[in-house]
């Protein structure tokens, strides 16, 4: 397993911009030198002295056979052309036309200081509020992406900490936080206010989170899937019990039937929510639909596919390098890539038909695929070290990325919102607002 490590913070503050240092600092003031083998400064020359062959001080008219040489130099060099100093060569045509509108650089860049170094853990979400939440070693900060602000939500205590993964609920107010204690508390980000702690079911730290509505589940080192109505005081009401090693990735489909969980035992298991709906938690047995040992590694990465309900993705760990998809109705494995490096996590798009990937050794890069074909859009460096976590922002436009080397990446992959078209104005009538007297 890879352990966490732990740097003193020292002077850096914890989601500050990396950006705008940058751009302030010299580093970024190298100057442009053109290539001047691909330039054409005979054309140039000859178009600034206007085609003039003669002397300068020469005021005799132009012979006959110099103007038939002024007619052939203008057709070498090709007088339509308008440009100065032009460059030769033209760049060739992208073949995949949609990287052209694809930054390969990222927007902003935040650090991130102790940010644990750990593929098994979950320490990056996005909240349908537009927060996102971040758990750097013992601390989780939330970070606003309407107006750029950060706020230290919470520190652990040393002995119950780290903080081992992070998960928002849907309404983008409560954030889950699971602790390397096995417990799980709950809280209110707008109140900054802890309601509850989950101390039962796991026997060790709990590195996977998610929600299906009221329910949050839980995947811990113990092997166990836990299942937790947070609405209630005895909070379990189902146990799945299948994977042998430590739970990496929990998904639950978006219409809540189906549950993905991926381990470090190489499997992926879908578990389907009606055989899980029984209130006695002491009836721990309950059997998955679909067992799918296709990876050779860790699987972590799980993404459902949002125009596609039976369409799973998964992505293994080293070794495996593979991004797989999966019927989730038939347990059919419909295709596989080897994208060549350790895959961590993956996003679908809301609103094309993509997926993006981030990558470990040896690139460290980030992958937009085109789905089904499966063709590389884009590929984006800025990373340093493997891409542990990502996150989508809830309109489904930018990915945020963070990686090992602690810093937090944002990226414009899926393209840029749509201006909301002005609502027609209305002509009401005079003294609309105002109390009729019948």
Request: glycine share 6%.
């Amino acid at each position: 397993m890879d352990a966490g490590r732990m740097r003193n913070k020292g002077s850096r503050f914890p989601l500050s911009d990396r950006t705008s240092r940058r751009k302030n600092s010299s580093e970024n003031l190298d100057r442009f030198i053109p290539n001047r083998s691909a330039m054409d400064f005979d054309f140039a020359h000859f178009m600034l002295t206007g085609g003039r062959v003669e002397k300068q001080n020469s005021s005799s008219p132009c012979s006959p056979s110099k103007e038939v040489y002024r007619r052939q130099l203008a057709e070498i060099f090709n007088m339509n052309r308008t440009r100065i100093l032009a460059f030769k060569n033209k760049p060739p045509a992208s073949e995949a036309t949609v990287s052209e509108s694809i930054s390969s650089a990222s927007e902003k860049t935040l650090d991130a200081p102790d940010l644990m170094d750990d593929f098994y853990l979950n320490l990056l979400d996005w909240g349908s509020g537009n927060t996102l939440a971040i758990a750097l070693s013992n601390s989780v900060y939330l970070w606003d992406a309407s107006d750029g602000s950060t706020n230290e939500l919470v520190t652990i205590d040393e002995e119950i900490g780290p903080v081992t993964s992070i998960r928002w609920a849907p309404d983008g107010r409560h954030l889950a936080v699971g602790l390397n204690n096995s417990h799980v508390q709950l809280w209110d980000s707008l109140a900054s206010c802890k309601l509850r702690t989950l101390t039962e079911g796991h026997r060790s730290r709990v590195g996977s989170l998610d929600w299906n509505n009221h329910i949050l589940t839980t995947g811990g080192m113990d092997s166990l899937i836990i299942n937790n109505d947070v609405r209630v005081r005895s909070h379990i009401i189902t146990t799945y019990r299948a994977h042998t090693q430590e739970i990496c990735g929990l998904r639950w489909s978006a219409t809540g039937q189906q549950l993905a969980s991926g381990g470090n035992d190489n499997l992926v298991y879908i578990w389907n929510i009606s055989n899980s709906t029984s209130g006695n938690s002491s009836s721990n047995h309950h059997r998955w639909l679909h067992r799918l040992d296709h990876h050779t590694a860790a699987v972590k990465a799980l993404s459902w596919c949002p125009f596609q309900s039976n369409l799973l993705a998964s992505g293994g760990g080293v070794g495996d390098d593979c991004i797989k998809f999966w019927n989730a109705h038939t347990g059919a494995c419909l295709n596989s890539v080897d994208t060549g490096s350790q895959v961590c996590c993956l996003a679908w798009s809301k609103h094309e038909r993509e997926i993006l990937s981030s990558h470990g050794f040896n690139d460290n890069q980030l992958i937009l695929w085109k789905y089904p074909s499966m063709v590389k859009i884009a590929e984006l460096y800025g990373h340093t070290s493997r891409v542990l976590y990502m996150a989508q922002s809830s309109d489904g436009y930018t990915v945020a990325s963070a990686a090992a080397d602690e810093t937090l990446r944002f990226w414009n992959v899926f393209g840029t919102p749509e201006l909301a078209k002005p609502e027609p104005k209305s002509n009401p009538e005079p003294f609309a607002n105002l109390a009729r007297i019948r």
